[in-house]
């Protein structure tokens, strides 16, 4: 059977079983004005004798074509050239070839374009929301940062190794006056980059999150009809933004408070000589577990503290004629009175839960609490329940700090 492999769509390799191969020219596609022999056949010399039939009749197509090089060292005949619709239909069928089909080529359906401008819209206002609340959280927490170590060591000095139970400060006096001296003033800014590092992504996580469980608690809720269910709903996203970005940075927050707490002055003396040498001793302590020391119980306070931070703060604001345009001191009014009155309920959850972080790297006999029930029943027993709300005066005057985050978010978030 001859058979012809085509080349380049200009020559053809015909050949007869056990003959030699001969290259013929191929002729141009149908429709050309010089075109004598239409079809897709290739054109050969005619025999050099009549019993030596010519290998291009009745053949057919080989699966290997021909290089250019080959052809030429086996004494191919020169090109035939093309005619110009020839070029033109090879030239449409190599766009073919490379042409996208309609679904991915076309234009998108009008739903995925519909949906493109508002994904695009939250993306923004995500990063509006993280980046506003994370700025204002940062600068407040450095100018509070002493308060904030007083308020640390009040609460944790009875489970404390380091502070001796004649060396435990008395009240806030005593430990502004004291620290200066035993362990000089840039002290009061221990565990301050802990704090600010930790605080960023977790007021920038609250704030961004509270948004977000504000569409789904408050999503079609009328505030003047539905007043009950407007507060609830508020509480609810408050909560759940709060114990949501705990869960990321709770071995920041544990680092903060195991920082501040160390009253060593310098070198030997000191528990922790930075955040990340408190990390990776606790680590090789305990392990993770012991970066989560507390946690529990820090969720449950989380909870309440986040409700009514964010909850009565967005109530109170929603009742306004126009929150929108509120004078920046009756902000700060509402925001005062509500971090005054959300520290103040859940600053016994706040209590247990840096001491069980102090319990962190103990062993045997030092570790004072078993547990979070524990804590709770032997801080009552042993201190009275005041000792529950100890440094809490001072996290009223921390909460202006707080005050001024919230106001500050807001104002920002009008200029972005």
């Not at 005619?46 to 010519?54: E, I, L, N, Q, W």
């Not at 009040?154 to 006056?177: P, R, T, W």
């Not at 977000?212 to 009809?225: M, N």
């Not at 700090?401 to 104002?411: C, N, P, S, T």
């Amino acid at each position: 059977m001859r058979r012809c492999a085509p080349y380049g769509g200009r020559l053809a390799r015909c050949a007869l079983p056990g003959a030699a191969a001969v290259w013929c020219p191929r002729p141009p596609l149908p429709g050309a004005a010089d075109s004598p022999r239409p079809g897709p056949r290739a054109m050969c010399p005619p025999p050099a004798a009549a019993a030596a039939p010519s290998p291009c009749s009745g053949h057919a197509p080989l699966p290997q074509p021909m290089g250019e090089r080959d052809a030429a060292a086996r004494g191919a005949p020169a090109h035939v050239p093309a005619p110009p619709l020839y070029k033109a239909a090879i030239s449409a069928a190599r766009s073919a070839a490379f042409r996208l089909p309609p679904r991915l080529a076309g234009p998108a359906s009008p739903r995925l374009a519909r949906r493109l401008p508002t994904m695009t819209d939250a993306a923004v206002s995500f990063a509006k929301d993280f980046l506003a609340g994370g700025v204002a959280a940062a600068i407040s927490k450095t100018a509070v940062a002493p308060i904030e170590r007083v308020k640390l060591l009040l609460q944790v000095q009875h489970a404390s190794k380091q502070i001796a139970a004649d060396k435990q400060y008395k009240g806030i006096i005593d430990c502004v006056v004291r620290i200066p001296r035993e362990q000089g003033v840039l002290s009061f800014w221990r565990g301050n980059l802990a704090n600010v590092i930790r605080y960023f992504p977790t007021q920038a996580l609250n704030f961004a999150f509270k948004d977000k469980y504000k569409q789904i608690f408050l999503g079609g809720v009328d505030k003047r009809t539905q007043f009950w269910r407007y507060f609830a709903g508020n509480l609810a996203s408050g909560g759940a933004a709060g114990a949501t970005s705990l869960c990321f940075v709770y071995p920041l927050d544990f680092a903060r408070t195991r920082l501040a707490a160390d009253v060593g002055k310098a070198g030997a003396d000191r528990e922790f000589s930075g955040l990340g040498d408190c990390l990776v001793k606790i680590f090789r302590s305990d392990g993770l577990r012991g970066l989560y020391q507390g946690f529990s119980v820090s969720v449950q306070g989380i909870i309440i503290y986040r409700a009514a931070y964010f909850g009565i703060y967005d109530t109170a604001k929603g009742m306004l004629p126009d929150p929108k345009n509120t004078h920046i001191v009756v902000s700060w009014m509402i925001a005062q009175t509500v971090t005054a009155v959300a520290g103040l309920t859940s600053y016994p959850f706040d209590t247990v839960r840096r001491r069980m972080m102090m319990q962190s790297g103990r062993k045997g006999s030092d570790i004072m609490y078993t547990g979070t029930i524990d804590c709770w029943r032997k801080i009552a027993r042993d201190e009275g329940s005041k000792a529950f709300f100890k440094g809490a005066w001072s996290n009223v005057l921390r909460g202006m700090g707080g005050a001024f985050v919230l106001v500050l978010y807001d104002e920002i978030k009008k200029y972005t």
